[in-house]
């Protein structure tokens, strides 16, 4: 899949930098995770790793709200 298509597959190139490009340091990073209690949820990792109080519903950048499923699978090429 080409880097296009990728970006093209999220709301807007902010949430794909942050999902599919990000790599910390002053970086942004946006997860997905389905291991939280029983629940599939968006969240912003923070440097220690710990999930919570940083869940998110909407896009940080556009206001859109966010898909209840990863926007593509990672590492996927198809």
Do not use: H
Request: hydrophobic share 30%.
């Amino acid at each position: 899949m080409k880097k296009i298509d990728k970006i093209k597959s999220y709301c807007c190139i902010g949430l794909f930098y942050a999902v599919e490009e990000a790599e910390g340091g002053d970086e942004v990073i946006v997860k997905y995770t389905s291991s939280f209690r029983g629940e599939s949820v968006w969240y912003v990792e923070v440097p220690d790793g710990s999930i919570g109080g940083n869940l998110i519903s909407y896009c940080p950048w556009c206001g859109s709200k966010l898909s209840k499923t990863p926007y593509r699978v990672q590492g996927s090429e198809a």
